[in-house]
C-alpha cells in the first residue's frame, strides 16, 4: 500500500518570496508522483507530474518538483511566489502499473501576503 | 469546450433522504472517478469505473452507489446509509485506467446534510 505526507498542512510566505512545499511518501513498490492545486471551491488541476526519466520535474505557473528515490520525496518550489498562487496543494501518488487509484496527502495550504 | 461539469453546485439534503450528484464529460474518456474531501484531509476514493457498465468500489464505498450506463456520464447517488455524508464531492476522468494517465477533475458539489 501507499500513502502520502505532507509535512505542512500550512505554508505562510511574503509575495517574491521562494516557497518549497514538503512532500513524503511511502510505497513497497515504483511510484507515479503528482501535485495538484485547489483553488477555494474548486476542483483540482494538475501541476506537475513525474512518471519516468530527470527526476526534475517542471510544470504549469512556474512551479517544479524533484523526485529524490532515496529519500522518498517530491517536494515543490517556486522561486517566487505571487498573490494568486494562494490555494491549497495536494501532494499524491500511484502505483506503477496498477491500476488508476491516486493516493493523496491532506494537502498544504499555501497562503502568500502583500 | 471538453471537460468535466458537476451538477448542482452546492446541495442541502435532509436526514434520511437519498440524493443524486451529477457527473459529465466531454473529453472522451474511458475511466471516471468519484472522490470525497473533508476539511483538513485529502482526498479519498469512493467508486471508480473503468468502462462503460463496469464499476469498482473505492476505499469508501458504504452509503454510496453509482451507475455508468453511458460513457459521458458517472452519477452518484448518496443514500441514506451514509451515516456522514456532508463534504465536498468531486469527479474525475482519465482516457483509460492506465496510472500513466492523468486524472482530470470537476468543479464539485458541495453536499451539506441538514
Known amino acids: 500500500a501507499q500513502s502520502v505526507t505532507q509535512l505542512d498542512s500550512q505554508v505562510p510566505v511574503f509575495e517574491e518570496a521562494p516557497v518549497e512545499l514538503r512532500c513524503n511518501y511511502s510505497?513497497?513498490?515504483?511510484?507515479?508522483l503528482f501535485w495538484y492545486v485547489q483553488y477555494p471551491n474548486q476542483g483540482l488541476q494538475l501541476l506537475l507530474k513525474?512518471?519516468?526519466?530527470?527526476?526534475l520535474v517542471k510544470g504549469i505557473n512556474g512551479f517544479e518538483a524533484e523526485f529524490n528515490k532515496s529519500q522518498t520525496s517530491f517536494h515543490l518550489r517556486k522561486p517566487s511566489v505571487h498573490i494568486s498562487d494562494t490555494a491549497e496543494y495536494f501532494c499524491?501518488?500511484?502505483?506503477?502499473?496498477?491500476?488508476?487509484?491516486?493516493?493523496f496527502g491532506a494537502g498544504t495550504r499555501l497562503a502568500v501576503h502583500p | 469546450d471538453g471537460g468535466i461539469t458537476q451538477s448542482p453546485k452546492y446541495l442541502f439534503r435532509k436526514e434520511g433522504q437519498n440524493v443524486t450528484l451529477s457527473c459529465e464529460q466531454n473529453?472522451?474518456?474511458?475511466?471516471m472517478y468519484w472522490y470525497r474531501q473533508d476539511p483538513g484531509q485529502g482526498l479519498r476514493l469512493i467508486y471508480y469505473?473503468?468502462?462503460?457498465?463496469?464499476?469498482q468500489k473505492g476505499d469508501i464505498a458504504e452509503g454510496y452507489s453509482v451507475s455508468r450506463e453511458k460513457k459521458e456520464s458517472f452519477p452518484l447517488t448518496v443514500t441514506s446509509a451514509q451515516k456522514n455524508p456532508t463534504a465536498f464531492y468531486l469527479c474525475?476522468?482519465?482516457?483509460?485506467?492506465?496510472?500513466?494517465?492523468?486524472?482530470?477533475f470537476g468543479p464539485g458539489t458541495r453536499l451539506t446534510v441538514l
Open positions: 474525475a476522468s482519465s482516457i483509460t485506467r492506465d496510472s500513466t494517465d492523468t486524472q482530470y
Open positions: 510505497s513497497s513498490v515504483s511510484v507515479y
Open positions: 513525474y512518471l519516468s526519466g530527470s527526476t
Open positions: 499524491a501518488v500511484i502505483a506503477s502499473g496498477g491500476y488508476n487509484k491516486l493516493i
Open positions: 473529453l472522451n474518456h474511458d475511466a
Open positions: 469505473s473503468q468502462i462503460v457498465n463496469d464499476f
